[in-house]
Structures are given as C-alpha cells and as structure tokens.
Antibody, heavy 120, light 108 residues
Framework: EVQLVESGGGLVQPGGSLRLSCAAS????????MSWVRQAPGKGLEWVAN????????YYVDSVKGRFTISRDNAKNSLYLQMNSLRAEDTAVYYC?????????????WGKGTTVTVSS | SYVLTQPPSVSVAPGQTARITCGGN??????VHWYQQKPGRAPVLVVY???DRPSGIPERFSGSNSGNTATLTISRVEAGDEADYYC???????????FGTGTKVTVL
C-alpha cells in the first residue's frame, strides 16, 4: 500500500524553527518528485515546495523562500521540511504528497498531515 | 502569478448533478486536476488531466476544460459527496503548483 506519514508538527513561538518529516512506503520513493502542501485553519490549499528525485531541483512558494528548506534522504525514504523564522501565518496543517510529472503535473498520494501552530 | 477562481459554494439535491467551475486565463491550454477534501481529512485526487479518473473513483465524477473555464461534474450526487473541492494546475511560468480557491459542495 502506498503510504505517506508526516510527523514533527507542534507549537512553536514566532521566530522559532521546526523540522517536519514524511516517511514514504509502498512505492519507489527515489523515483518520485515530492511536495509539501499546507492548509491554514479554515482556508484553502497552498503548495509550499517541491523537490526532484535526486534533490537537484527545488522550488518554493514566494512566501517561504529564504525561510523554509525542502530536502530528502532516499536511503531512508524520507522527505523533510526545515522551517525557520516561523510566523503566525505559517500556522497550518502540512501535508506531504507525491508529485506526478509524466506530462501533466499533479499530486496523486497525500499523507494525513501534521499540524504546525506558531503562537506565543 | 496565475489565479484560479471557484465559486465558494454549490448546493445540490441527492440524485441531481453538481457542476463546479474553475476559472483561469486560457485554462483550456493547461491540464486541470481536481481534489476532494472531507472535513478533517487529507485531499483525495478525483480527476486528473482534465477528465481522467484515478482507479477507485466512481464514474459519477467527470471533468471538462475549455476556454477560460474547467468544470468538475458530479452526477447522481450522494450524501457522501459532500466535501470541499479544489482545482489545480501547474504554472510553468513560475514552476509552481496553483490551487483554486475551493468550493464547498452541500448535499441538501
């Protein structure tokens, strides 16, 4: 069964840091682009970042550039999101998702999400 | 940046047809994908590449895309279809995924 399981969320003060993890199983992780998508309370979906299979290409939404870093460890079948200089507006459920990029680009498998709350 | 606009809400009676629109500049030239999200759950892909369905998604879900509007159609609506629905495209000019604003489907 294809599965993505996020962890690492929690309560953090503004200006603080947090590292999210996503454990993948049931598919060839090293063969897939991967994304992070977030959803603020009561709001819609917002794509945050994605990373190529070998980590050589990374893309970010403008609002997190310079603060968040996406990375992966193919030997551990894991995806990460290092979040620094956190702001209240980063409060959200963060999902990892598998990218499909064989022609059209979309996300076909999603984890259940991990909640990040930025508050003093 | 590319913007996708959806109606905030759509209401439909059981057994009827729900149509959810997704507007964007020349969206007909892009591939559009649709996700269903039930309260407290992760999104689920229901239509990809304008009109294809992943395995396990009922035939009641269909999609179309032309001009400046893409549409997700849910035929013979059931109570279990009540959810938020999001359209999504890839904006090649920015190398970003873009989601629509989301539509809440209410089954009366």
């Amino acid at each position: 069964e294809v599965q993505l399981v996020e962890s690492g969320g929690g309560l953090v003060q503004p200006g603080g840091s947090l590292r999210l993890s996503c454990a993948a199983s049931g598919f060839t992780f090293s063969g897939s682009w991967m994304s992070w998508v977030r959803q603020a309370p009561g709001k819609g979906l917002e794509w945050v970042a994605n990373i190529k299979q070998d980590g050589s290409e990374k893309y970010y939404v403008d609002s997190v550039k310079g603060r968040f870093t996406i990375s992966r460890d193919n030997a551990k079948n894991s995806l990460y999101l290092q979040m620094n200089s956190l702001r209240a507006e980063d409060t959200a459920v963060y999902y990892c998702a598998r990218d499909i990029r064989s022609g059209p680009y979309y996300m076909d498998v999603w984890g259940k999400g991990t909640t990040v709350t930025v508050s003093s | 940046s590319y913007v996708l606009t959806q109606p905030p809400s759509v209401s439909v009676a059981p057994g009827q047809t729900a149509r959810i629109t997704c507007g964007g500049n020349n969206i007909g030239g892009k591939s559009v994908h649709w996700y269903q999200q039930k309260p407290g759950r992760a999104p689920v892909l229901v239509v990809y590449d304008d009109s294809d369905r992943p395995s396990g998604i009922p035939e009641r879900f269909s999609g179309s895309n032309s001009g400046n509007t893409a549409t997700l159609t849910i035929s013979r609506v059931e109570a279990g279809d009540e959810a938020d629905y999001y359209c999504q495209v890839w904006d090649s000019s920015s190398d970003h995924y873009v989601f629509g604003t989301g539509t809440k489907v209410t089954v009366l």
